[in-house]
């Protein structure tokens, strides 16, 4: 069940740069999109969502982009900063169809160089 | 800032005895969820929890699971007789409406010996 794919299992900025981390899904059902932020030994904790019904949401220095014709999203961090240094699982639900359960992808590990 | 709970934070046992994981949702918060995260694997959902019943399960949440909600405040994910496989790191998440942003605990890390 690959729902929910994050291709790159790790990435690499410097701090101060901008950080781009990806998700591609395969379900067209999807209408509920949200970017998590792990540390270890910890739960995951929500950084950001976004409705199908919209392209951009922007909170602060995260920006979470849809594409819905390419099934893509894409989470945008500026500037990055060494404490963002953690895992990044996005997620996805159909929520119209009053369904609970999150589809999560295998997550991108950002580390954020000093 | 209200937050979910989960004791115990490790779990040690032996294969085929039961587990008890325990959840404390936040306060105002209606739907509750259990999550699975097998070492290296990406997070599963388990079960869906609404007004005293389940609302979603998934192929896992097989009849070794069960949950309930015991009283107003705790939430809770039982094995009945664990396996090697049931090893993982078990999340509780609660919303406060149906396909609501989930928030989630710090997790119960299960391990079965």
């Known amino acids: 069940d690959q729902q929910v794919k994050q291709n790159s299992p790790s990435l690499s900025v410097q701090e101060g740069r901008i950080s781009i981390l990806n998700c591609d899904y395969t379900n067209s059902m999807f209408d509920y999109f949200l970017w998590y932020k792990k540390y270890p030994a910890e739960g995951p904790t929500f950084l950001i969502s976004?409705?199908?019904?919209?392209d951009k949401n922007e909170d602060g220095r995260f920006t979470v982009f849809l594409n819905k014709s390419a099934k893509h999203l894409s989470l945008h961090i500026v500037p990055s900063q060494p404490g963002d240094s953690a895992v990044y699982f996005c997620?996805?639900?159909?929520?119209?169809?009053?369904?609970?359960?999150?589809?999560f992808g295998t997550g991108t590990r950002l580390t954020v160089i000093p | 800032e209200p937050e979910v709970t989960q004791t115990p934070s490790h779990q040690v046992t032996q294969m085929g005895q039961e587990v008890i994981l325990r959840c404390v949702p936040i306060s105002n918060h209606l739907y509750f969820y259990w999550y699975r995260q097998i070492l290296g694997q990406k997070v599963e959902f388990l079960v869906s929890f609404y007004n005293n019943e389940i609302s979603e399960k998934s192929e896992i949440f097989d009849d070794q699971f069960s949950v309930e909600r015991p009283d107003g405040s705790n939430f809770t994910l039982k094995i009945r007789s664990t396996k090697l496989e049931d090893s993982a790191m078990y999340f509780c998440?609660?919303?406060?409406?149906?396909?609501?942003?989930?928030?989630f605990g710090p997790g119960t890390r299960l391990l079965v010996l």
């Open positions: 997620a996805a639900s159909v929520r119209d169809a009053g369904a609970n359960n999150l589809f």
């Open positions: 976004i409705s199908s019904i919209k």
């Open positions: 998440a609660s919303s406060e409406l149906a396909g609501a942003t989930q928030y």
